[in-house]
């Protein structure tokens, strides 16, 4: 066993892991609900980038409609996040030679 050959590795996984989340940082998914009455962007970090609401909907008395169409496009773009944080992340891992799950919580050989 090389020491010096898992140190270095370390470092780079580390190198390419802080690659990733700069470019996460920046990656958009789009959430719809309501067959597309109300779309939102955000980015693989979580952060809201855009809303938009079809005026159609836009009726006081159909508030808590549109509140909940809003939670459920945003719920769908933070899955869309999920996943795609997740092929990055094997993208990244096997671009270093690392085995595809390796970092799915059973935690690192050294």
């Known amino acids: 066993m090389n020491i010096q050959k898992m140190m270095q590795q370390a470092q780079e996984m580390q190198g390419k892991m802080e690659e990733m989340q700069g470019k996460l940082a920046l990656l958009e998914v789009t959430?719809?609900?309501g067959g597309g009455l109300v779309t939102?962007?955000?980015t693989c970090k979580g952060l809201v980038k855009g809303l938009k609401v079809d005026p159609t909907i836009?009726?006081?008395?159909e508030k808590e409609v549109m509140e909940d169409l809003i939670?459920?496009?945003l719920n769908d773009a933070r899955s869309k996040a999920d996943v795609k944080?997740?092929?990055e992340t094997q993208k990244a891992m096997a671009e270093i030679g690392l085995p595809p799950g390796m970092l799915d919580g059973s935690g690192l050989p050294f």
């Open 40 to 42: 939102v962007t955000i």
């Open 85 to 87: 944080m997740a092929e």
């Open 31 to 33: 959430g719809t609900s």
């Open 71 to 73: 939670v459920a496009a």
């Open 58 to 61: 836009i009726d006081p008395e």
